[in-house]
C-alpha cells in the first residue's frame, strides 16, 4: 500500500519542478511533499531532503497511476517533449482519475485559448481540456514567460557583442521562475479554487528585446546590440547553433507571437497570489551576470 501524500509535484527535478518542491518546503512539512521523477538518481536527491520521492514517466500509464496512489492533490508541471506533450499530460490525468486525486493544478501557458502563438498553445489547451472532461477539480496555472528564457542565452549575446530574435518591439512580461513556482505552491497548499477556475499568471514589469540588449549592455560595460530577424531566419541560427529543430521552431513562433502582443499582459494575478511584486526583470538579469 503506498504512502498517502497531501501533495504531489510530477517534474520534481526540472528547473520548475525543483523550485515548487522548495516553495512547497517553505510551507509544509516535508513528509506531506510527494515528488515525481523519471529517474531513481533524481529520486535520491529529494529523499535527501525529506521529500517522498516516486519514479514514473509520462508514457507509463500503470506507474503513474501507482505513483499517484494516495495523493490528495497534484501539479501537473507541462512535459518539455514538444509534440508528445498533450498525450502524455492525458496518461497523467487518466492515471490521476483512477488513484483518486482530489485535485489537479497544471501549467498551461498565458492566454492558452487565445494566443497568437501557434505552436506552444495547442498541447496547452488540449491538456486543459482534458482535464475539463475527466470531471476532475482542477485549476489551471497560465504562465507566462520566465525571465530565464533570455539570462539563459545571455553567453552567446556576450561572446558576440549581439542579441538576436524575431520579437521586434513586442514586450513581453515576463517574472522569475521561482515567482510561478511560488505561485503554483501557494494554489496548491491553500483553499482551493472552484473547479475550472484559470489564473492568468505574468511579471509586473515588462520590456522589449532592444531595452533587454539595453540593460545588458549596462550592466557589463560592453555594447550588446539587438538584431531583429524574421522567424524562418531566426529559426536556422538557432538550429545552426545546436539547438533541435522542433525547439527551434517553437521559439521562432514564440518570438513571433511576443511581437503580436501575446507574451505582455498588465494582468497582476501572479503578484497577488504570492502576496508581493514578481521579480524585476532587471534584478534577474543582474544576477544571472554576477
Known amino acids: 500500500m503506498s504512502e498517502g501524500l497531501t501533495y504531489m509535484v510530477t517534474g520534481a527535478s526540472g ?8 516553495a512547497l518546503l517553505a510551507r509544509v512539512p516535508a ?73 489537479v493544478a497544471y501549467t498551461s501557458i498565458l492566454r492558452a485559448d487565445r494566443s497568437p502563438l501557434t505552436v506552444l498553445p495547442g498541447e496547452h489547451v488540449a491538456t486543459e481540456q482534458a482535464l475539463a472532461a475527466s470531471g476532475l477539480p482542477h485549476a489551471v496555472l497560465r504562465n507566462g514567460w520566465y ?15 549581439a542579441m538576436i530574435g524575431t520579437a ?6 515576463s517574472a ?10 501557494t494554489v496548491l497548499t491553500g483553499t482551493l479554487p472552484p473547479s475550472g477556475t484559470v489564473f492568468e499568471l505574468a511579471g509586473d514589469d515588462a520590456f522589449t528585446l532592444p531595452e533587454f540588449a539595453g540593460a545588458v549592455s549596462e550592466l557589463t560595460g560592453k555594447e550588446i546590440g539587438y538584431v531583429d530577424m524574421s522567424p524562418e531566419a531566426f529559426s536556422g541560427a538557432l538550429t545552426g547553433a545546436g539547438l533541435p529543430q522542433p525547439v527551434a521552431e517553437m521559439l521562432a513562433d514564440s518570438e513571433k507571437g511576443a511581437s503580436l502582443g501575446g507574451l505582455y499582459s498588465e494582468d497582476r494575478t501572479l503578484s497577488e497570489l504570492i502576496g508581493r511584486p514578481t521579480t524585476p526583470w532587471r534584478e534577474t538579469l543582474a544576477a544571472a551576470l554576477a
Open 31 to 103: 513528509s506531506a511533499i510527494g515528488a515525481l521523477v523519471r529517474r531513481e538518481d533524481a529520486a535520491e536527491a529529494l529523499r535527501a531532503k525529506g521529500v517522498t520521492a516516486r519514479v514514473a514517466g509520462y508514457d507509463d500509464p500503470a506507474a503513474l497511476e501507482t505513483a499517484f496512489a494516495g495523493v490528495e492533490r497534484l501539479l501537473l508541471i507541462s512535459s518539455n517533449e514538444i509534440g508528445s506533450r498533450a498525450d502524455q499530460h492525458r496518461n497523467v490525468i487518466a492515471a490521476a482519475e483512477a488513484a483518486g486525486v482530489g485535485f
Open 176 to 185: 522569475a521562475r521561482a515567482d510561478y513556482a511560488e505561485a503554483a505552491a
Open 147 to 161: 525571465t530565464e528564457n533570455y539570462t539563459g542565452t545571455l553567453a552567446p549575446a556576450l561572446e558576440h557583442g
Open 168 to 173: 521586434g518591439e513586442g514586450r513581453i512580461s
Open 15 to 22: 528547473r520548475l519542478g525543483a523550485l515548487v518542491i522548495e
